[in-house]
């Protein structure tokens, strides 16, 4: 004989309906997820020796490649921290592109992340620096939840 299986409990399951599905963050639409995986193919040196050094997990964090984020693929994000790391190179400083990153941010901000922009001359030209800045700035940050303290009381334990 078969036992019935129990239906998910909230937060559990793939159906967002059943509170389910994962969040809304990691929804982005598949020609994103697309553009995604070929940036990941087509790294400049200062993202390659950034990428390098945050596989690493400074201070335990860990930090996804090339994520995608509603419309915007971001270099580098820290979902613990919601920090997103931009890596910009010459080019973000000509034209209407100072324009368009601040329209980018603002959009990021929106999703409730923030955003860290770090030049790719100090990537190649101080890259300890570069991580210890970012650690910093998580640690004042502060992770987005904290650790459970343990398991929750028993029935008929003292809370205290």
């Known amino acids: 004989m078969v036992e019935p299986q129990n239906p998910p409990r909230n937060g559990e399951g793939d159906q967002v309906k059943l509170g389910g599905g994962g969040p809304h963050i990691l929804k982005a639409p598949i020609k994103q997820v697309k553009r995604a995986r070929k940036l990941r193919r087509q790294l400049s040196l200062p993202e390659v020796l950034l990428l390098q050094a945050l596989r690493q997990r400074p201070n335990g964090l860990k930090f996804r490649l090339q994520f995608p984020v509603g419309e915007i693929t971001t270099d580098?994000?820290?979902?613990?921290?919601?920090?997103?790391?931009?890596?910009?190179?010459?080019?973000?400083?000509?034209?209407?592109?100072?324009?368009?990153?601040?329209?980018?941010?603002?959009?990021?901000?929106?999703?409730?992340?923030?955003?860290?922009?770090?030049?790719a001359r100090d990537v190649l030209s101080n890259l300890e620096g570069v991580v210890a800045g970012i650690v910093a700035h998580?640690?004042?940050?502060?992770?987005?939840?904290?650790?459970?303290?343990?398991?929750?009381p028993r029935a008929g334990e003292d809370r205290s």
Do not use: T
């Open 138 to 152: 998580c640690e004042e940050v502060g992770p987005l939840h904290q650790p459970a303290a343990g398991p929750p």
């Open 76 to 119: 580098f994000a820290c979902l613990s921290h919601r920090l997103i790391i931009e890596v910009d190179g010459e080019s973000h400083n000509r034209g209407d592109q100072p324009r368009r990153d601040a329209a980018r941010d603002a959009s990021l901000r929106e999703e409730g992340f923030e955003v860290m922009r770090i030049a």
